[in-house]
């Protein structure tokens, strides 16, 4: 696996990570905590809003609501109201978030290999 063809990170500090290895990152006050794929979590001392500021390919991540900031590679199925992730986790789509996720959400399960 070649590192360069992922996205990396900087979440804070000197904590870098790859797009990959992220299943989804959750808000926590002034606190982001990241859920990693192999469900491990790390919590940094970053605002959620930041570190979606700092993502350049906009299509890897969705944010469907003021708490969660979730990789698309990790969503098993959607509905017009909830997101279930692999580890069967539901995530509820705000009401305003819907025109910018749904399509997002689409166009990758529609081109997933």
Avoid: W
């Amino acid at each position: 696996m070649e590192t360069e063809d992922y996205l990396r990170i900087n979440v804070g500090g000197r904590t870098r990570l790859f797009s990959q290895d992220v299943a989804y990152f959750e808000a926590d006050m002034n606190y982001t905590i990241i859920h990693y794929n192999i469900g491990n979590s790390k919590i940094v001392a970053t605002t959620l809003g930041l570190i979606q500021g700092r993502i350049l390919d906009k299509n890897t991540f969705v944010r469907p609501n003021r708490k969660y900031l979730i990789n698309v590679a990790y969503i098993n199925n959607f509905s017009l109201d909830n997101l279930l992730l692999q580890n069967e986790l539901q995530i509820h789509i705000s009401r305003r978030r819907k025109v910018s996720v749904i399509p997002v959400i689409e166009y990758y399960l529609a081109n997933k290999n």
